[in-house]
């Protein structure tokens, strides 16, 4: 049978196109287009950003305090992403209804469980800093549980769905022989997600590192807090110099994530 390639057919997708298209134009026709809209010095200050590129400040000075600021960055990044996955492995594995027994119990936890994880995961880890930050002040807690919360939702989502996915067979094997629900899930279920979990963890603890500095703009410490700084005192050689420093520190954490599949999988 010829596809009629002149046939439009109305479906969820390109509903879905079609409104956030008539949106984008709508947004456009709401933009005042005048001579206000483009700063005036924009043009200069996004040339000296440039130039800046290719002189960073190496001097001593900042580049200790790059040191520390990186630090401080991936304590709190290392931080948070202990305690999320804490919380996405419990929240995770009851979310996947693997230790529940009876439809009818999976039926009532389960949605709990991942409704608790989009929950956590709805809000950005910037607005929980602020939420922090207004009731605890501007403590290395506030970053910590700031990026615990909403990676834990996430994680524990991932986690709960590759768990849903593992091949049932090796399962029923090991409830044959007598194992229990929890023997089942730690000689069953874990080995087998364990890599992919590990290298996703991974990923999202690269992100977290970038997530780290981005909360430093609410005034906590890191390399955020520092680029912040400098771009308020126009030293935009500086802002470069702690800008590597986070290149660095995610690739650094990539290549170590790699390294760390490769053992798994072998």
């Known amino acids: 049978m010829e596809r009629n390639w002149m046939s439009f057919e109305l479906h969820k997708r390109k509903i879905l196109s079609l409104i956030l298209g008539l949106a984008f134009a709508a947004s456009l026709f709401s933009v005042e287009w005048n001579s206000e809209l483009i700063h005036n010095g924009g043009l200069t200050t996004a040339k000296q950003i440039g130039l800046a590129f290719f002189t960073p400040d190496l001097s001593g000075e900042i580049l200790i305090l790059a040191l520390e600021s990186s630090w401080t960055t991936l304590s709190y990044a290392a931080a948070g992403m202990s305690l999320a996955l804490i919380i996405a492995f419990f929240f995770g594995v009851a979310a996947s209804g693997v230790m529940v027994s009876g439809e009818k119990n999976k039926r009532l936890i389960k949605p709990f469980f991942r ?152």
């Open 115 to 266: 409704s608790q994880l989009g929950f956590m995961r709805a809000i950005h880890e910037l607005v929980w800093a602020w939420l922090f930050v207004a009731s605890i002040g501007l403590s290395p807690f506030a970053a910590i549980f700031a990026l615990a919360i909403p990676y834990g939702g996430i994680l524990g989502r991932i986690f709960a769905d590759m768990l849903e996915d593992v091949p049932q067979e090796p399962i029923r094997a090991l409830e044959a022989a007598g194992a229990s629900k929890l023997q089942a899930l730690w000689y069953g279920y874990l080995p087998m997600v364990r890599a992919s979990i590990t290298s996703y963890a991974m990923y999202r603890f690269e992100c977290a590192v970038r997530s780290s500095a981005i909360m430093s703009f609410v005034g906590i410490g890191g390399l955020g807090y520092q680029i912040q700084l400098s771009l308020d005192d126009l030293h935009y050689d500086e802002v470069w110099t702690f800008v590597f420093f986070l290149i660095i520190l995610v690739i650094l954490i990539d290549a170590w994530s790699n390294q760390l599949r490769k053992r798994l999988i072998q």
